[in-house]
């Protein structure tokens, strides 16, 4: 095992160790995209968590430790047109706000749209 820095990310093992994390993070994602759409629901488990799995490999990602790997930015965006689609699809069903729908909207839209980047500008 190789040692690079004093960094708690600097070695081998730890690289190891966020590989393992983020292919976590993106199996938990391919699940949820490739189960049941009612899953993906806005009051359904994966419609809550799936946003939040992103986010987290968008933060580390962007911390440039060796070991997170993003899928490519045209599976980051497949992905978000069967989300958003789902989302559309059931919303108003949940009776939110215009405000409201309209900022969530606009943060899961960023939340996809930002991992895309991130992923394209790694590749």
Not at 3 to 29: I, K, M, P, Q, Y
Not at 109 to 116: D, I, M, S, V
């Amino acid at each position: 095992m190789g040692t690079w820095g004093a960094g708690n990310f600097d070695s081998d093992a730890a690289a190891d160790h966020l590989a393992g994390l983020a292919d976590r993070l993106v199996t938990e994602v391919t699940d949820a995209m490739n189960g049941d759409p009612v899953e993906l629901e806005p009051d359904e488990y994966g419609g809550m968590t799936v946003p939040c799995n992103l986010e987290l490999l968008l933060v580390l990602a962007r911390q440039g430790w060796v070991g997170v790997a993003l899928p490519s930015p045209e599976v980051i965006r497949a992905w978000q047109e069967t989300f958003l689609a789902v989302w559309e699809r059931t919303i108003d069903g949940l009776e939110p706000s215009r405000a409201y729908k309209d900022e969530r909207r606009a943060v899961l839209n960023g939340t996809f749209e930002q991992l895309a980047a991130a992923s394209a500008a790694v590749k």
